[in-house]
Each structure stands twice: as C-alpha cells, then as structure tokens.
C-alpha cells in the first residue's frame, strides 16, 4: 500500500528556514518520482519541485528556484525539501505526492491531475 507522510512544518519569520520531510511507504524512491506541491487559502495548488527517480532530474518552479532544494535518502525513503529564505508568500500547506512513474514529465509535473498519491500535507506559516 503506498502512503506518503509529511512532516516539518510550522511557523517560521521572513528570511527563515524550514526542512520538510516525506516518507514513503509501499515503493521505493528508485523505482517512482516525487512531487511537492503547496496550497494556499483560496489558491490552486501549485507544483513545488518534481525529483524523478529515473535520472535524478530536479525540476524547480520558477518561484522557488534558489531558494528551495530537495533531497532523498533512498536508506531512510524520505525525501526533504530545505526552504530557504522564506516569505509570507510561501504561506501553504505542502503536500508531497508520486504519479506511480519514475519521470518527471517536462510538460505536466506541475499538474496535481498526473499524480496518484498524496500526503495528508503540513502546514507552513511565514509570518512577522
């Protein structure tokens, strides 16, 4: 049975950081890729980062490219996710989920409708 498991959020001030963390359960991160997502009140839910399993290609949106960065441990099955910098636009609840493929598509991995599997998320506040 595949599960993903979110941890690490929580209230943070402008220019701080915070680590989240996704464990997996039911499939191993070298055979599926892993998505983050993130939803604000009132917002659609947005792609994050895509890692595929199949080349290690990390695919960034545009909105956190230098500032967040993702990592797996294939020993402990958790992916983390390190925001850096962070700003009251970050403000969501982050979820991670896997499209039950090992690719990360070019063209789609920021669409919520390619992935299978989700997390129940973890909150994320930036606030002064």
């Known amino acids: 049975q595949v599960q993903l498991v979110e941890s690490g959020g929580g209230l943070v001030r402008p220019g701080e950081s915070l680590r989240l963390s996704c464990t997996v359960s039911?499939?191993?991160?070298?055979?599926?890729?892993i998505g983050w997502f993130r939803q604000a009140p009132g917002k659609e839910r947005e792609g994050v980062v895509c890692?595929?399993?199949?080349?290690?290609?990390?695919l960034y949106s545009d909105s956190v490219k230098g500032r967040f960065t993702i990592t797996r441990d294939g020993f402990k099955n958790t992916v983390s996710l390190l925001m850096n910098n962070l700003q009251p636009e970050d403000t969501a609840l982050y979820y991670c989920?896997?499209?039950?493929?090992?690719?990360?598509?070019?063209?789609?991995?920021?669409?919520?409708?390619?992935?299978?599997?989700w997390g129940q998320g973890t909150q994320v506040t930036v606030s002064s």
């Open positions: 989920a896997t499209p039950n493929y090992m690719y990360c598509s070019d063209y789609a991995w920021t669409s919520p409708s390619v992935y299978d599997y």
């Open positions: 039911g499939f191993t991160l070298d055979a599926y890729a």
């Open positions: 890692f595929s399993a199949a080349d290690g290609a990390k």
